[in-house]
């Protein structure tokens, strides 16, 4: 059954902030800018040999739409999105592997008894992250973020405003300073020779395709997770509505999916921010660090012509070539059931949002205590009678 007894949610309260985020500097565009020029150094650095993805990809897609392959492959304008059902089956994924989405009387109980689990066990240590102000974790959760992107490429830049050596050290990276000399080479070659770096090799047409196909990848593993079976097989639609209609029957629930869901980002956000500068990151010598390493970043002379910078904005919105080849094979296979699919009008869930919000919350616990929440419990103390 699955609940909170288990997982120690007061370990969660000593992670939140010890110190007002809005004290966090601005980060400065160096930041960005410096993790896009090592990434396009290890581009160049790597040759014809490792063809760039969107080049991989423009050699390996035809020249059409979704939509239009959609038509020209399947014999029909089926939707992008699979269709209501499939689109349902999607978003009820992530739940389906925590809760029994099949059977609807254990569906029930075991619902009921997380929601009950969760308000006595997890809400008061949920709290301090609901309080934070959404506005005040976005600069250090961007810092961050590109923090870890430059660790990555061989720079820390807190190694290299000398305020904490510790992670460079850790992973064994070098001198940063001769890391960022060798930037500075890279981006003067760059300015010399502007043609040598070649634009976005997509036309919009592919990357539509590409995105397109992508978003199918997922309907090749996740029936399996739920317990349906593949969408090839006949008794797929038939198992997919019967769960459809379990969890239409599930009663509302007094919680709020909003919040629970606006806790998850902001422990995600905090669990990255750790990740990045430790794990006294969100106190006031923390802080302290981050806000010395922003200011001595932007000191930095960083060159980036705008092309570069446009992109890496566009090589970082790429999916996959091997999940746009998954998806691609996944939709012509299930092309019977998106036709299915899209003449269902399925009932309202008014139960989605919440356990879309119970599943994202398990799945960021998950990470930050080293166990799932809502994993099965032997002994809970919140069984619900049927």
Known sequence: MPCFC???????????????????????????MLADLLGLESMAVSGPVAMRADMKMNAALPDMTGAAWMNATLGAPLPLSGGPVL????????????FPLLDPKKLVLQIKQAVASLMAQAMQALAPFQAIPPM?????????????????????????AKVDPSFSAAMALGDPGVR?????????????????????????AKLNLAMSMAAFAPLATAPAAMGLPPVTEPDFMKMAVN????????PMMALDALGLLDAAAKLDSIGVIQE?????ALTPAGVARVNAMLAYVASLRVALPNPATLLMSQLGDLPDLENVRLGAATAKAAAPVMSASMSMKPPN????????AMAALNAVLSQLLGQSPLGACGSCQFKISA
């Open 349 to 356: 869930l008014a139960a989605l949002p919440l356990l879309e």
């Open 276 to 280: 990045a500068f430790g794990m006294d």
């Open 180 to 204: 960022l000399q060798q930037a500075a080479r890279f981006s003067a070659s760059l300015k010399a020779q502007p043609l040598a770096m070649q634009p976005f090799a997509l036309p919009p």
């Open 243 to 250: 769960m459809i209609k379990a969890v239409a029957a599930l």
């Open 6 to 32: 288990a997982t120690n949610m007061m370990r969660l309260p000593a992670m939140a902030p010890k110190v007002s985020l809005s004290a966090v500097a601005p980060v400065p565009p160096q930041l960005a």
């Open 87 to 98: 689109s349902l089956v999607m978003r009820l994924a992530a739940a389906g592997m925590i």
């Open 136 to 160: 005040q974790l976005q600069n250090m959760t961007l810092a961050a973020r590109l923090t870890l992107k430059l660790r990555a490429q061989g720079l820390c830049p807190m190694a290299l």
